[in-house]
């Protein structure tokens, strides 16, 4: 079965405490990508990758980091992490036959204190 | 920045009657898809029409797409409590955009309730 799997779905963490949010997708595509979502504001790309060691930008990146050394998996890190980025972030993969089609993880709800 | 925008916001129907939801963007596009999310959960594809098409069906969903207007709607027909989530129109970044096919933006989502 298709999947997308991130860990953890449920963290509480303080304020600078380093965490790191893995993604990892067993479908071989290329494309992987970060999102948020705040109520109000829908869903804003953190982070995307084109394909192993290819990583860009979206549209809210500061804070986050991201790595790509395979093909499945696409962790997102947060360095320094502060109340701002309490939010639900979800990892989505697309490529093969649906192309242009995102296929989302279960998400992961970020407490920051 | 926010490509799509749905409307309404929230919209609330008993159940068996049809639903509508509508999406405006801005800028031109290669397809706009719209996707379901279940409360808290993972956003599921519902439905893809690509700029040439002006009408999509599958099962009880039909899509329309006005690229003069940069609209589109979503009809549920005979809604059912299942149906009770929030519904997101995302957009691509279109034949003139540096991405292309590559970024889809989502808009804020309408949430939709049934009730039994």
């Known amino acids: 079965e298709a999947q997308v799997t991130q860990n953890p779905r449920y963290l509480i963490t303080v304020t600078g405490k380093k965490l790191t949010v893995t993604c990892s997708q067993n479908m071989n595509h290329e494309y992987m990508s970060w999102y948020r979502q705040d109520p109000g504001l829908g869903l804003r790309q953190i982070y995307y990758?084109?394909?192993?060691?290819?990583?860009d930008k979206g549209d809210v990146p500061e804070g986050y980091k991201v790595s790509r050394k395979e093909k499945r998996n696409f962790p997102l890190i947060l360095e320094s992490p502060s109340p701002n980025q309490t939010s639900l972030y979800f990892c989505?993969?697309?490529?093969?036959?649906?192309?242009?089609?995102?296929?989302f993880g279960a998400g992961s709800r970020l407490t920051v204190l | 920045s926010q490509q799509g925008e749905e409307d309404p916001q929230a919209l609330s129907i008993q159940e068996g009657e049809n639903a509508t939801m509508n999406c405006s963007y801005k800028?031109?596009?290669?397809?706009l898809q719209w996707y379901r999310q279940n409360s808290g959960r993972g956003l599921v594809h519902l439905i893809l029409i690509r700029s040439n098409e002006r009408e999509k069906h599958s099962g009880r969903l039909r899509v329309t797409l006005d690229t003069s207007k940069k609209s589109s709607s979503l009809l549920i027909t005979a809604s059912r409590a299942a149906d009770t989530a929030s519904y997101f129109c995302?957009?691509?970044?279109?034949?003139?955009?540096?991405?292309?096919?590559?970024?889809?933006?989502f808009g804020t989502g309408t949430r939709l309730t049934i009730i039994p």
């Open positions: 800028t031109s596009i290669n397809n």
């Open positions: 990758s084109m394909n192993v060691e290819v990583t």
């Open positions: 989505a993969t697309k490529g093969g036959a649906g192309a242009n089609v995102l296929t």
């Open positions: 995302a957009t691509d970044g279109g034949p003139e955009s540096n991405f292309g096919n590559e970024k889809l933006t």
